[in-house]
Every structure is written in structure tokens, then in C-alpha cells.
């Protein structure tokens, strides 16, 4: 039995005529009765009563119709979304925290704007993790912070910001020197986040080390942390915005400093992109 069999077995049975189900389905009489003939013979029964004029089901093809109907119904269902099912698995991101929590949420709600119905499966990791996950194919695109060396991915650089050095609200504006920023209690990203990697290669070009009293791979917990007056910590300037123009924070000062990271948008060269990654690619070389 194959679903052309059953195809032609309900047209049969719903004009209860051979001839009118080839025309309908744009097949030979003879393919039809060839058909139903092989059909009857896997059964070991007969599915149709033959008329003069017509025919009509038996029990037993009565049966066969009400089991092969909601096989059918299913399988055009699918036939009919077919040109659609491109669209349907929701698109997978892998962000980094400083562009989710930012301009991420924007960026998708922009793209919702044209393609109503694309779904997102939004993960957030440091930059290290989400190369790893675009790498292994578990998400379809990666914004990283930091630098881009992998050959095997085609990058678009879709921002930057600048890095900042963070106080307690109490505290007064002041300009520190950098290794008078050194000597004060630091709270620091891990190792491996585009933040720490920035900051604490510029504290060995200048000859220092880094000895961090706290941390921790949430932003959130180091802003909770200078808040308690637990030291200074180095954090993207677009984070901690609003809570500096709020004074909630105080930005202190460096002398002779200007860190930034980029921020880049990563999809793999060698992967099959379906029409709504690569419109989705599109729209971010429209940004800047």
C-alpha cells in the first residue's frame, strides 16, 4: 500500500466511479483500476462492490476509508504548508550579555515589524560560548563582543561601546590614574568575557596584573555589588547609562583611557542559511 493507492481509493469512493476519479486526479482509467487491483490484492479483499454504472464500497472498504481518511488529511495539511516549513523553526541567537540587554530586544522587535510570524530562541553566554554553539550548528547566528579571528565565519560589526569604570552613588567624581584605579577594590567579568579580556590586556601593556576581589558572569551582580559599596567595577558605558544620569552609580574618571569593544553579528560560511537567516543578515548590514 503507498499514499497514491489510498489517494485514488477516496476519490473512487467519494464519486463511486472509476472513470470520474481518473479525470479528477489526471490519470488513465487504467492506472485507477490497476491501482485498486493491487490494492484489493494486498488487502486479500474486495474493497468495492462493482455496479453497471458504478460502484460502491463494501464493509470491508468502508473500514479502509475511515482509517485512511485522517492519514490523508494530515499528509495535504503538511503538502499545503510545504512552501512555508522554511519559516516555521524559530531562528536561534546565541547574544552576548552587553547586546541583550540592550539593543537586542529592538533589533528583533524591527525584524518582527516585516516577518510577523518569526519566532526567536534567545540565548545569552559570553562571547567564548556562544562561538562554541554557532560552531557546533545549536544556534543559527551569534553576537559576540570583542574580536573576530575564526576564518570559517562571515562577521558584520554592528556596534561598539566604550568601557567604564563604575563607583558607588556616595562616592564624589574623581579622576584617577590607572594604577591608582589598580590599588582600589576591583569587581570584574570572568576571564573570557570581551570585557576582561579588553581591560586586563591594556593593565599588561601597561605592566600591571589584574587582582580582582570579586568575579562574576553577570553584569547585574557586579552593579548590585558597587551599589553595596564593594569596590569599582569596569562595565560597558551603554549598561550602566541610565543609573549614572539617575545617580545610582558615579562614573569615575581614568586618565589616558579609551577602551571600546565592538559588537559583531556571526554566521557560519559553510552552513545552508534559509531564506529568513539570510533576510534576517540582510537587514543588519542596512545598521550604521
Not at 100 to 117: C, G, I, K, R, V
Not at 150 to 165: G, T
Not at 243 to 263: A, G, P, S
Request: aromatic share 10%.
Amino acid at each position: 500500500m503507498n499514499f497514491k493507492q489510498c489517494v485514488i481509493f477516496r476519490e473512487i469512493a467519494k464519486t463511486n466511479n472509476f472513470t470520474k476519479a481518473a479525470t479528477n486526479l489526471y490519470l488513465t482509467q487504467s492506472a485507477v483500476s490497476h491501482a485498486i487491483k493491487d490494492l484489493e490484492e494486498e488487502a486479500d479483499t474486495q474493497l468495492f462492490e462493482r455496479l453497471h454504472r458504478s460502484v460502491k464500497l463494501t464493509p470491508a472498504g468502508e473500514l479502509f476509508l475511515r482509517e485512511i481518511q485522517p492519514i490523508i488529511e494530515e499528509f495535504e495539511s503538511v503538502e499545503a504548508r510545504l512552501p512555508d516549513l522554511e519559516q516555521q523553526p524559530p531562528l536561534k541567537i546565541a547574544s552576548c550579555i552587553t547586546y541583550a540587554q540592550t539593543e537586542l530586544p529592538q533589533l528583533l522587535h524591527q525584524f518582527n515589524a516585516s516577518y510577523p510570524d518569526t519566532q526567536f530562541n534567545i540565548q545569552v553566554f559570553p562571547a567564548a560560548e556562544s562561538i562554541a554553539r554557532l560552531e557546533s550548528g545549536e544556534v543559527d547566528l551569534a553576537f559576540i563582543e570583542g574580536q573576530v579571528s575564526q576564518s570559517s565565519f562571515q562577521a558584520k560589526r554592528i556596534a561598539d561601546y566604550r568601557l567604564c569604570v563604575v563607583a558607588h552613588a556616595a562616592l564624589e567624581e574623581e579622576e584617577l590614574s590607572f594604577a591608582e584605579l589598580l590599588q582600589r577594590p576591583l569587581l570584574l567579568r570572568e576571564r573570557g568575557s570581551a570585557v576582561r579580556e579588553t581591560f586586563e590586556s591594556f593593565a599588561v601593556l601597561q605592566g600591571f596584573k589584574l587582582f580582582p576581589v570579586w568575579e562574576s558572569v553577570d553584569s547585574q551582580a557586579l552593579i548590585s555589588a558597587v551599589k553595596a559599596g564593594f569596590g569599582l567595577s569596569v562595565l560597558p558605558y551603554r549598561l550602566v547609562k541610565e543609573e549614572i544620569l539617575q545617580k545610582k552609580l558615579t562614573e569615575v574618571k581614568i586618565m589616558d583611557w579609551h577602551l571600546t569593544n565592538d559588537i559583531s553579528a556571526l554566521i557560519r560560511k559553510s552552513r545552508y542559511q534559509s531564506r529568513i537567516i539570510a533576510d534576517f543578515w540582510e537587514m543588519l548590514h542596512q545598521i550604521n
